[in-house]
């Protein structure tokens, strides 16, 4: 009796076994897929009047159902070092020939660099158009998230303590708020665990407000509203996680 009931159970974990086992090229399957992107932005509204092109690392996961709907969280960095009308926000600390004098009595060096974060909730689905296999195909995903942007201010060895520390903070424009973003592009899930991808076309529209109390060359504070503006090209390597049979994904 116990014989029979061994070999039963051997057979129902072999059927169970055998039914989770699913080709990614036949079928559509359902994934956790950790990924890392980069994007390259062209600025638009009234982010545009003080920085220039920009670009993003990110970080995040999606998750891709069977019916190849996605939901994603994700972190990005922004970073640029095309800063505009750098003199007129630096007025109050610059000499009359246009330079900072530090705590030594010389000139300091700084440069001005832009940089930034955005984290995001996307949804959205893949549509088989183009689709190479049944888990790939035309992307589109719209999300929401909190975008903050500032001017940093790298005053090298700190010597000029009219541009570090908390005066830095009144120079740097310390901007954020809610943001909405697009996404359309194309999404590439094979049988590979290292031939996976994403690329398209991302658009970010960030309803934005200063961060700071005081704005010392303004000599007041910033109560405007903002609307910031982001296009690009954005690619990114996926790692979908499962166990690895020859030519099959593992799905649990």
């Known amino acids: 009796m116990i014989k029979k009931a061994v070999a039963l159970g051997i057979v129902l974990l072999f059927v169970i076994k055998m039914q989770a086992q699913v080709n990614a090229n036949d079928s559509s399957v359902a994934a956790f897929i950790p990924y890392a992107s980069y994007a390259f932005q062209l600025p638009g509204g009234d982010i545009a009047e003080r920085y220039g092109v920009n670009s993003t690392l990110g970080a995040g996961v999606f998750y891709k159902s069977k019916k190849n709907l996605l939901f994603s969280f994700d972190f990005n960095y922004i970073f640029g070092n095309q800063v505009k009308n750098a003199d007129t926000i630096l007025w109050m600390v610059e000499n009359s020939d246009g330079f900072i004098v530090d705590g030594n009595g ?147």
């Open 106 to 252: 010389t000139y300091t060096k700084y440069a001005l660099f832009e940089r930034g974060y955005s984290l995001n909730f996307r949804v959205g689905k893949i549509f088989k158009a183009l689709s190479a296999n049944p888990n790939s195909g035309i992307m589109i995903m719209g999300g929401i998230g909190y975008l903050l942007h500032r001017m940093r201010i790298d005053n090298q060895n700190n010597t000029a303590p009219q541009i570090s520390g908390d005066y830095g903070k009144g120079y740097d424009r310390l901007t954020g708020g809610l943001n909405l973003s697009e996404f359309i592009g194309y999404f590439y899930m094979g049988k590979s665990k290292v031939l996976n991808f994403y690329g398209g076309f991302e658009f970010y529209q960030a309803f934005t407000k200063s961060q700071r109390d005081f704005i010392f060359d303004r000599m007041e504070k910033d109560n405007n509203n903002y609307v910031d503006l982001f296009f690009g090209i954005k690619v990114g390597w996926m790692i979908p996680i499962y166990r690895r049979a020859p030519d099959q994904y593992y799905y649990y």
